[in-house]
């Protein structure tokens, strides 16, 4: 509470002091700060950086690496295996081979885990650092744009609409501000700001009228303020300090979540049924126990963790090379899985780049006067300066003599999205002022009362009215985007214009722009359609230019629906509308997060690219908000994702991306729990009827290390194409599916297995049946045992990846990469050969004899051939496989 207070007076101390008071405090003057005084300032008031909390020690990263809910379980049983096999065993029997390669496993695991994580963080911020936004800062006598971070106290900022605030400032002027403080206060409505000086104290430190805070952002208006405050000491720094708000998880977190724990039951259930099974037909119960904690480890993915990470990390690498920069690793899986992407029609399906085509009279005629005033409007607006602006300025600078254009500004009302225009009034040398005001058409229909025919002003009837609109209309039909431009001589107010001031005004005539539509558009949405994406139009333009951009594209539109109608409709008859159509028109910002709402609660995954102030409430709303890099700062800070090029086409490679790394992911999960389930159900059915442990404790440790370690080579193979035309979602269900199907499947050749081993190689080469043998003899039979059976589970294993990875036949229809058929080629090699060295007999292991790898590659085939068989079954049943 007393922090509070003491915030509260610091704030009551900037808002009550007037400029010069100000200036005085942190040494400045009108022309802002010097480089040296920068530095100064810096070390004095310290970074324009926010700490949220306190950053994670290494150690405490080191601790998450290796503290998770399988490496605890391995952690768990190498202690008591420790305990088994070295303290409690008699000196001859001591052997800590078992409790090394338990915490081996845990070592590779954990490492792993914490490379992947240091990485990803530093790749996160990489790409992170490609995305900069930044301030309009006054330095040296002129506004430079600098990034955010290099802002100290005393630096002089100007804002317009569309900006972050990019610190704690004190207001020096204001025009018809507007600041959204949903941020820190969550208040719905905007809140206007004034620079006047305030005195006494306010009930809070956000209702100060005079003082902006970091963390909010410019709706309309435009203003200039000095920075007061920076990084930790912002009232949002504050907030970010002492509230440590963890992030909602997303669907893919809680599925890795669920499976890790249904993986986790699954052991905890299976392990002591094995345990109890063979207690009793062996007799021997500290074996039975030793072999139960392997078949545990044996459960365990402890590689899950690491895998994840480093598919996340190289999908968003992977994208970033592809124009896609994504700032939160986690939104990777809502990217592949979106289904329906809501656009802007500016910029996105149109080539952005806007050409001032026509400016002309009320009468249609070419006129250099509607030019010249609506130069002077968009050339004197402080605001942000849209691309119509643009277009203006350089039609003007080439047609019209500019520096014989000789004004003074004297006020402005900047443009906002309910009135949809703007005005600036401006004084000639001999002292005649003027408002000069531009917008939509309607809109300046709407506030004018004349209108100026061949240089004569007349009062507006309803007849010229719809003679401009029949004008306009056909413009828009030609997808020309059209404004009209009114004036008003001497107006009465000076120094305190208003709206209230935009009446009886004259309409001069109007200006026709052109915005063709991209080249690669229409071919950008056949191929978002074709991978299972619907493309809406949610724009704040008129319904005659977006149909015709619409037409242009090859868009289908069967009605447009007007955020008029939209604003009558409950959500439940919304979610209908936005179900049923595909192209909105005139829509305010509200309206377009409505929209993105209802197409959510439709059960959809739902993408909203935009870069305008208008979008950033839909990004925010969306699953996935996508921005571009020349964006407003609002709409980048409000994205999960940054194009890099403002292209539908760029935006498809990334979807597909997205897919992969889903798929990749996707691949490790399914295939290692059924092949879990498969080994614990054959371990079963051996342990009833098997004399001896179907395979020793440390044989089930070494044969999962390498098959974890094949493992790894995952996040580097490729999809099937057709994989990547549908999105993907989590669906956690699928899982236990997968190892219902797929589980017992690789359990019927291990039997086969079994009763090869057991009943014909064995018997074979040791010289008899096992019952028949000698002690001595039948030690030989078991280790031969092991071994048939340890080659056999690590081909099957192994191999299964290949053969669930796609639903096309392996090796013929569909091949991995290089990597992972290298890697896992690798691990096959190795478990063959171990029998035959000298740490394969360390484990156990006898060498085999030849007609035993007939045998085996007979079994592999058939394997294979089931799997394929029975993925038929299953993608008929449940439509896909991964």
């Given at each position: 509470?007393?922090?509070?207070?003491?915030?509260?007076?610091?704030?009551?101390?900037?808002?009550?002091?007037?400029?010069?008071?100000?200036?005085?405090?942190?040494?400045?003057?009108?022309?802002?700060?010097?480089?040296?005084?920068?530095?100064?300032?810096?070390?004095?008031?310290?970074?324009?950086?926010?700490?949220?909390?306190k950053?994670?020690?290494?150690?405490?990263?080191?601790?998450?690496?290796?503290?998770?809910?399988?490496?605890?379980?391995?952690?768990?049983?190498?202690?008591?295996?420790?305990?088994?096999?070295?303290?409690?065993?008699?000196?001859?029997?001591?052997?800590?081979?078992?409790?090394?390669?338990?915490?081996?496993?845990?070592?590779?695991?954990?490492?792993?885990?914490?490379?992947?994580?240091?990485?990803?963080?530093?790749?996160?911020?990489?790409?992170?650092?490609?995305?900069?936004?930044?301030?309009?800062?006054?330095?040296?006598?002129?506004?430079?744009?600098?990034?955010?971070?290099?802002?100290?106290?005393?630096?002089?900022?100007?804002?317009?609409?569309?900006?972050?605030?990019?610190?704690?400032?004190?207001?020096?002027?204001?025009?018809?501000?507007?600041?959204?403080?949903?941020?820190?206060?969550?208040?719905?409505?905007?809140?206007?700001k004034?620079a006047?000086?305030?005195?006494?104290?306010?009930?809070?430190?956000?209702?100060?009228?005079?003082?902006?805070?970091?963390?909010?952002?410019?709706?309309?208006?435009?203003?200039?303020?000095?920075?007061?405050?920076?990084?930790?000491?912002?009232?949002?720094?504050?907030?970010?300090?002492?509230?440590?708000?963890?992030?909602?998880?997303?669907?893919?977190?809680?599925?890795?979540?669920?499976?890790?724990?249904?993986?986790?039951?699954?052991?905890?259930?299976?392990?002591?049924?094995?345990?109890?099974?063979?207690?009793?037909?062996k007799?021997?119960?500290?074996?039975?126990?030793?072999?139960?904690?392997?078949?545990?480890?044996?459960?365990?993915?402890?590689?899950l963790?690491?895998?994840?990470?480093?598919?996340?990390?190289?999908?968003?690498?992977?994208?970033?090379?592809?124009?896609?920069?994504?700032?939160?690793?986690?939104?990777?899986?809502?990217?592949?899985?979106?289904?329906?992407?809501?656009?802007?029609?500016?910029?996105?399906?149109?080539?952005?780049?806007?050409?001032?085509?026509?400016?002309?009279?009320?009468?249609?005629?070419?006129?250099?006067?509607?030019?010249?005033?609506?130069?002077?409007?968009?050339?004197?607006?402080?605001?942000?300066?849209?691309?119509?602006?643009?277009?203006?300025?350089?039609e003007?600078?080439?047609?019209?003599?500019?520096?014989?254009?000789?004004?003074q500004?004297?006020?402005?009302?900047?443009?906002?999205?309910?009135?949809?225009?703007?005005?600036?009034?401006?004084?000639?040398?001999?002292?005649?002022?003027?408002?000069?005001?531009?917008?939509?058409?309607?809109?300046?229909l709407?506030?004018?009362?004349?209108?100026?025919?061949?240089?004569?002003?007349?009062?507006?009837t309803?007849?010229?009215?719809?003679?401009?609109?029949?004008?306009?209309?056909?413009?828009?039909?030609?997808?020309l985007?059209?404004?009209?431009?009114?004036?008003?001589?001497?107006?009465?107010?000076?120094?305190?214009?208003?709206?209230k001031?935009?009446?009886?005004?004259?309409?001069?005539?109007?200006?026709?722009?052109?915005?063709?539509?991209?080249?690669?558009?229409?071919?950008?949405?056949?191929?978002?359609?074709?991978?299972?994406?619907?493309?809406?139009?949610?724009?704040?333009?008129?319904?005659?230019?977006?149909?015709?951009?619409?037409?242009?594209?090859?868009?289908?539109?069967?009605?447009?629906?007007?955020?008029?109608?939209?604003?009558?409709?409950?959500?439940?008859?919304?979610?209908?509308?936005?179900?049923?159509?595909?192209?909105?028109?005139?829509?305010?910002?509200?309206?377009?997060?409505?929209?993105?709402?209802?197409?959510?609660?439709?059960?959809?995954?739902?993408?909203?690219?935009?870069?305008?102030?208008?979008?950033?409430?839909?990004?925010?709303?969306?699953?996935?908000?996508?921005?571009?890099?020349?964006?407003?700062?609002?709409?980048?800070?409000?994205a999960?994702?940054?194009?890099?090029?403002?292209?539908?086409?760029?935006?498809?490679?990334?979807?597909?991306?997205?897919?992969?790394?889903?798929?990749?992911?996707?691949?490790?999960?399914?295939?290692?729990?059924?092949?879990?389930?498969?080994?614990?159900?054959?371990?079963?059915?051996?342990s009833?009827?098997?004399?001896?442990?179907?395979?020793?404790?440390?044989?089930?440790?070494?044969?999962?290390?390498?098959?974890?370690?094949?493992?790894?080579?995952?996040?580097?193979?490729?999809?099937?194409?057709?994989?990547?035309?549908?999105?993907k979602?989590?669906?956690?269900?699928?899982?236990?599916?997968?190892?219902?199907?797929?589980?017992?499947?690789?359990?019927?050749?291990?039997?086969?297995?079994?009763?090869?081993?057991?009943?014909?190689?064995?018997?074979?080469?040791?010289?008899?049946?096992?019952?028949?043998?000698?002690?001595?003899?039948?030690?030989?039979?078991?280790?031969?045992?092991?071994?048939?059976?340890?080659?056999?589970?690590l081909?099957?294993?192994?191999?299964?990846?290949?053969?669930?990875?796609?639903?096309?036949?392996?090796?013929?229809?569909?091949?991995?990469?290089f990597?992972?058929?290298?890697?896992?080629?690798?691990?096959?090699?190795?478990?063959?050969?171990?029998?035959?060295?000298?740490?394969?007999?360390?484990?156990?292991?006898?060498?085999?004899?030849?007609?035993?790898?007939?045998?085996?590659?007979?079994?592999?085939?058939?394997?294979?051939?089931?799997?394929?068989?029975?993925?038929?079954i299953?993608?008929?049943?449940?439509?896909e496989?991964?």
């Amino acid at each position: 509470m007393e922090k509070k207070k003491e915030t509260r007076k610091v704030y009551a101390g900037f808002a009550s002091k007037n400029k010069q008071q100000l200036f005085d405090l942190f040494q400045t003057t009108q022309k802002g700060l010097s480089s040296e005084q920068v530095e100064n300032l810096r070390e004095t008031y310290g970074n324009n950086s926010i700490s949220y909390g306190k950053k994670t020690p290494f150690i405490v990263e080191v601790i998450k690496a290796f503290i998770t809910p399988f490496t605890l379980v391995l952690i768990a049983l190498g202690i008591i295996s420790f305990i088994t096999e070295y303290l409690l065993a008699a000196p001859a029997d001591k052997d800590l081979f078992g409790v090394i390669i338990i915490f081996a496993m845990v070592l590779v695991s954990g490492t792993m885990t914490l490379i992947q994580s240091v990485r990803s963080n530093q790749a996160a911020e990489k790409l992170k650092s490609l995305v900069k936004v930044t301030a309009a800062v006054k330095r040296d006598g002129e506004y430079k744009e600098i990034p955010m971070e290099e802002i100290v106290c005393g630096d002089q900022v100007r804002l317009s609409a569309g900006d972050m605030i990019p610190a704690d400032m004190r207001l020096l002027s204001a025009k018809d501000l507007f600041i959204s403080q949903a941020a820190l206060t969550g208040e719905s409505y905007p809140v206007e700001k004034h620079a006047t000086v305030c005195s006494g104290r306010t009930q809070s430190e956000t209702s100060y009228e005079n003082i902006a805070f970091m963390g909010s952002n410019v709706i309309s208006g435009s203003a200039e303020g000095i920075i007061i405050s920076v990084g930790n000491d912002t009232m949002f720094g504050h907030v970010a300090q002492n509230l440590s708000q963890k992030p909602i998880k997303t669907s893919f977190e809680l599925g890795i979540q669920k499976t890790s724990m249904l993986l986790i039951k699954f052991m905890a259930l299976m392990a002591p049924t094995v345990i109890v099974i063979n207690g009793f037909t062996k007799g021997d119960w500290l074996e039975a126990f030793l072999f139960g904690l392997s078949v545990a480890v044996g459960l365990t993915p402890e590689m899950l963790p690491m895998i994840v990470t480093t598919n996340l990390v190289k999908g968003a690498s992977a994208m970033a090379k592809k124009g896609t920069v994504i700032k939160n690793l986690n939104a990777i899986q809502n990217f592949g899985a979106i289904d329906v992407l809501c656009t802007d029609k500016t910029g996105t399906l149109t080539q952005d780049k806007i050409i001032l085509e026509y400016h002309m009279d009320c009468e249609g005629n070419e006129n250099d006067r509607v030019l010249r005033h609506a130069y002077l409007n968009s050339y004197y607006q402080t605001g942000l300066k849209n691309l119509l602006d643009v277009a203006i300025i350089d039609e003007a600078v080439e047609t019209l003599d500019t520096e014989k254009i000789r004004y003074q500004k004297v006020d402005e009302i900047p443009f906002d999205f309910e009135r949809r225009r703007m005005s600036v009034v401006v004084a000639d040398p001999a002292g005649k002022t003027q408002m000069i005001t531009k917008g939509a058409i309607e809109e300046m229909l709407s506030i004018s009362s004349y209108i100026d025919l061949g240089g004569e002003v007349k009062p507006l009837t309803a007849e010229q009215r719809e003679t401009v609109l029949a004008k306009v209309k056909d413009l828009n039909e030609d997808g020309l985007r059209v404004i009209g431009v009114a004036q008003k001589t001497n107006p009465s107010v000076v120094g305190e214009f208003s709206v209230k001031d935009e009446s009886e005004m004259v309409l001069i005539g109007y200006l026709a722009f052109l915005d063709p539509p991209k080249e690669t558009t229409k071919q950008a949405l056949k191929a978002l359609k074709d991978h299972g994406v619907a493309v809406k139009v949610l724009t704040g333009d008129n319904e005659l230019v977006t149909r015709s951009v619409c037409r242009q594209v090859g868009l289908q539109i069967n009605e447009l629906i007007t955020g008029e109608k939209i604003a009558e409709m409950s959500d439940k008859e919304l979610g209908k509308v936005a179900e049923a159509h595909d192209v909105f028109v005139k829509l305010n910002p509200q309206q377009k997060a409505r929209l993105t709402t209802a197409l959510r609660n439709n059960g959809h995954t739902v993408g909203f690219l935009g870069d305008g102030i208008n979008d950033a409430p839909a990004m925010k709303v969306a699953d996935i908000g996508i921005s571009v890099d020349t964006a407003v700062d609002i709409a980048k800070e409000s994205a999960d994702v940054i194009l890099l090029e403002k292209d539908l086409m760029i935006l498809e490679k990334g979807l597909l991306s997205g897919r992969e790394t889903f798929g990749n992911i996707m691949k490790y999960i399914k295939a290692t729990a059924s092949s879990n389930f498969g080994n614990m159900f054959s371990v079963l059915v051996a342990s009833t009827f098997l004399p001896f442990l179907p395979m020793l404790p440390l044989q089930i440790l070494f044969l999962n290390l390498i098959y974890d370690v094949s493992c790894i080579s995952l996040p580097w193979d490729r999809m099937d194409k057709e994989y990547l035309h549908e999105p993907k979602k989590w669906e956690a269900s699928s899982i236990g599916k997968f190892m219902v199907y797929f589980g017992p499947t690789s359990s019927v050749f291990d039997i086969t297995t079994y009763l090869l081993m057991y009943f014909v190689i064995c018997p074979a080469v040791v010289g008899g049946s096992y019952h028949t043998l000698t002690g001595s003899q039948q030690v030989l039979f078991i280790a031969l045992f092991h071994a048939g059976w340890f080659v056999e589970s690590l081909w099957t294993q192994t191999l299964v990846l290949h053969a669930l990875r796609t639903p096309k036949v392996p090796f013929l229809q569909s091949n991995a990469t290089f990597i992972m058929f290298s890697i896992t080629t690798l691990g096959i090699l190795v478990g063959s050969v171990l029998p035959f060295t000298n740490f394969g007999e360390g484990l156990g292991l006898l060498p085999l004899p030849g007609n035993y790898w007939i045998w085996l590659i007979v079994t592999v085939i058939a394997y294979l051939g089931l799997v394929t068989f029975m993925k038929k079954i299953y993608i008929n049943k449940f439509g896909e496989l991964l």
